[in-house]
């Protein structure tokens, strides 16, 4: 075992190719996949050395900003107790009020009150719906999610209840059909728990 000051994280943009997903020890292509016209050698077009000492935050989802043209290949559920970045999209005038108050609950939505947001910067990016485009920012925040429940369909029972059941965030998976976009969603019910890091303009 290595030191944690003595390690780093290479970060490198990828052109993936043809993929496939193997997603149990017996799977017939686990060790041959390439041999079935997957790709193998990755093709690497940019490099960056990362250091960090902050064991607490989740590296596999920080946001490093990826390059135009870059995505992330999916977003899993986010693990109870890890700090993520987030984003929350607003008007400029809201951005405002909230570096100067703080976040505060909603009253109501989809998942119940709660502070709403995403580590999707393209689905924050998208609100508010009913704004134009120059009137609206996007607020990076870190959060600490605390217990976090996956609210996966419009009849969950605990849809708007999940804070009484000692949840602390609830999330929306991508793709599941909970929102029309498709993208994650998650709900902080302590707006305590979320700090700001900067606020992001539209460009």
């Given amino acids: 075992m290595y030191?944690?000051?003595?390690?780093?994280?290479?970060k490198v943009k990828v052109r993936?190719?043809?993929?496939?997903?193997?997603?149990?020890?017996?799977?017939?292509?686990?060790?041959?996949?390439?041999?079935h016209g997957f790709q193998k050698d990755s093709h690497t077009v940019h490099c960056r050395t990362l250091?960090?000492?902050?064991?607490?935050?989740?590296?596999a989802e920080d946001d490093f900003d990826p390059p135009p043209g870059t995505f992330?290949?999916?977003?899993?559920?986010?693990?109870?107790?890890?700090?993520?970045?987030?984003?929350?999209?607003?008007?400029?005038?809201?951005a405002e009020?909230?570096?100067?108050?703080?976040?505060?609950?909603?009253?109501?939505?989809?998942?119940?009150?709660?502070?709403y947001l995403s580590r999707d910067l393209q689905k924050a990016s998208r609100y508010p719906i009913d704004h134009p485009e120059s009137d609206r920012v996007v607020i990076k925040v870190l959060v600490q999610v605390g217990k976090v429940i996956a609210i996966n369909d419009q009849k969950h029972p605990l849809q708007k209840i999940w804070?009484?059941?000692?949840?602390?965030t609830a999330w929306v998976p991508p793709g599941g059909g909970m929102v029309p976009s498709g993208l994650e969603e998650d709900c902080v019910w302590d707006?305590?728990?979320?700090?700001?890091?900067?606020?992001i303009n539209p460009t």
């Fill in 191 to 199: 707006p305590a728990r979320i700090q700001i890091i900067k606020i």
């Fill in 16 to 35: 993936v190719g043809k993929v496939i997903m193997i997603n149990n020890q017996n799977h017939q292509f686990q060790k041959t996949w390439h041999d």
């Fill in 97 to 115: 009020d909230i570096q100067k108050s703080g976040f505060q609950q909603s009253s109501d939505g989809m998942l119940g009150r709660g502070v």
């Fill in 51 to 59: 250091r960090t000492t902050d064991t607490n935050m989740n590296w």
């Fill in 163 to 168: 804070h009484d059941h000692w949840y602390d």
């Fill in 72 to 94: 992330r290949l999916g977003l899993s559920k986010p693990v109870d107790g890890r700090t993520y970045v987030m984003y929350h999209g607003t008007t400029r005038a809201c």
């Fill in 3 to 10: 030191p944690e000051y003595d390690r780093v994280v290479i």
